[in-house]
């Protein structure tokens, strides 16, 4: 398989998600409980040929897929195009610890986990939301305190000490208040081990990157979403407070304190113009910021359930055009510690 060909399936699977076997579905969820969750936090991390790819599975666009995952003499394969198939590899999963880890962290690639902490978002309120997000908090996990955050990843570290973290999560009361509770896991986690500790939040006070920094984080990732500012009011009406101005000013002050190439933003293909993105990526990557572009998907839970998911062409158009600018202002993302380098949410590492 060519590059160009492997960049195509990826762009599908993660566009269109994946009809699982009901058979081998039920064996999976034996192994992994949380195999059928819905939502973009839990959905199912795999390898293909060498690369990190996130799938939704649970999504009921899921059941409509072109691609069929099926199990073969004791193997896992993914069935595409005209006949063809190839094997999907699920990661292994994490040793239980008995704490709240177990229910928080999921592995995205064989030294990434990734863990959202908070389901509760200050704009996760009527007329407020995103209206992309899926994230529905349940009975069992709203704020999980740092503390619990804490010693269950120490836990987790006593049985295996060789993970990259991703944290975030809904913001909590605001982005100030989500700044310190995420500075107040990383301190308690550097007391243990000084692996990479990526961190996705809304922009905070500019003081408090530099907080970040200084609690042990790694690298930092600031979504922007929506390019055009008039449509991120219309998508997004509780965050779109946050002015845009300002998230260029925790980006240039990002990109200050925490180098050139490890400061991300994403941004949703498939609900607004691409030209737009395209346009906003180029003034991303003259900062040193690094963009990843994550396609629309209709997660059930998600006020834009009944749109059309992102056209893979579409996002292999912004991706192609973006890995040009990357390649041209010398920013790897494999560089960058934990989701980014992960990449297996985007296109981006597929295009080195």
Known sequence: MTCEQLRELKAGLLCYGVNVDPEVGEALVKARPYFYDKGFVHAINSNVLGTNICVSVAEAFSGRSPYTMYEEGGEF???YGDGEKTKIRLFDDLPKTGTV???L???HSDKVISLWPSLVCCYDRPG???KFCSIKPTEEQGIVPA???VEGLCALF???????MNIGGGTVENPDRMADYLAEICRGVRKFTNNAISLEIA??????IAMLKEAGADSLIINLEIANDTLRHEICPGKSSIKYSHYYDCYREGVRVFGRGNVSCVFVIGIQDPEDVIAECEKLTDLGVIPTLIPFKAMDDCEFRDRPNCPKEELLYVSGKLGEMLAKKELYPERQKGCTKCGGCSLETNYW
């Open 105 to 107: 962290a999921r592995p």
């Open 128 to 130: 407020k939301k995103c």
């Open 147 to 149: 503390k619990d955050v």
């Open 77 to 79: 394969y993914l069935h």
């Open 158 to 164: 006593l049985k295996n000490d060789t993970y990259e």
């Open 203 to 208: 922009p905070p006070t500019l003081s408090k």
């Open 101 to 103: 880890i177990d229910m």
